[in-house]
């Protein structure tokens, strides 16, 4: 089992959570580093401050050097494909091929309403997700791209520099969806994230996506799994706990733990949670 950091960009500060990155950058445990996507705090009041995702994600991956990096997962209604396929093609140059595309159909109807962004009601809501997956796929791949969808057109788009990685960096789905969103990972993706919940259902939600794997002709194997270990706001760091359920996750066959952490943050808090956790790495 690998494991990985997120940290929540809300009730922060830009040093605080710079230094948990750096500090996340020098253990050797922590393959990757993740933020999310939200531009109003989640689990504090709406009014409480809240990096936006991508442009913190762009400065981080600057501040760091080895750690691959993510938002987990990018709400594709907030931005046109287009533009967040040229945005990830940034990030991944300037982090020099360490960017993780993390992709998912977007829920918080309360930002969204509040900044005016449609959602759309959850079957077209999936039907947008699927032709933005498409748009962004062929846009850091092919070196012209045109689209006729239902909602997405794109006309001899170009997506130049391309990313560092080829075909394209990482694709990570979030979701737990079984007819759509599992769909759309065997589709496009090369990693899934269970959101968290229990082993069980964990392993029954890898069966789906075996069989929709089954059903499109793609190997489950191609698609490495993660799953978050949670510290809840305002929850003290156990890392034996944290190991604990990494533990039963890794007998599960979980391939990547990501702890998810949440202000105020303390560098320090790191080091006994990789030694915690190092028993079991691959």
Not at 77 to 102: C, F, K, Q, T, W
């Amino acid at each position: 089992m690998r494991f990985a950091v997120k940290t929540a960009p809300e009730n922060t500060t830009w040093g605080d959570m710079l230094a948990m990155w750096r500090a996340a950058d020098e253990i050797e445990l922590f393959e990757s580093a993740w933020s999310f996507d939200h531009f109003e705090p989640i689990y504090g009041k709406r009014s409480d401050p809240c990096f936006e995702g991508w442009t913190t994600l762009a400065a981080l991956a600057q501040a760091t050097e080895r750690i691959r990096v993510g938002v987990l997962v990018t709400g594709t209604p907030y931005r046109h494909p287009a533009v967040l396929a040229n945005m990830a093609a940034a990030v991944d140059i300037v982090s020099g091929g360490r960017l993780e595309l993390g992709l998912g159909a977007g829920w918080n109807d309360i930002e969204a309403n509040a900044y005016g962004i449609d959602l759309l009601p959850i079957g077209p809501r999936m039907d947008l997700f699927d032709e933005a997956c498409d748009v962004i796929v062929g846009l850091l791949t092919e070196p012209e791209f045109s689209y006729q969808g239902t909602h997405f057109q794109l006309d001899g788009a170009h997506c130049e520099p391309k990313p560092v990685q080829r075909p394209h960096p990482p694709i990570c789905i979030g979701g737990s969806g079984e007819k759509r969103t599992l769909r759309t990972v065997a589709r496009v993706a090369q990693h899934w994230n269970y959101l968290g919940g229990t082993v069980e259902e964990f392993v029954r939600l890898r069966g789906v996506l075996g069989g929709h794997c089954a059903d499109l002709g793609r190997d489950p194997r191609e698609i490495m799994t993660s799953a978050h270990l949670w510290v809840y706001p305002g929850q003290a760091v156990d890392p034996g706990a944290l190991a604990a359920e990494a533990a039963r996750f890794a007998e599960a066959g979980l391939d990547l733990g990501i702890v998810y952490l949440h202000p105020p943050y303390d560098p320090a808090v790191l080091a006994p949670i990789a030694k915690a956790l190092a028993p079991l790495a691959d």
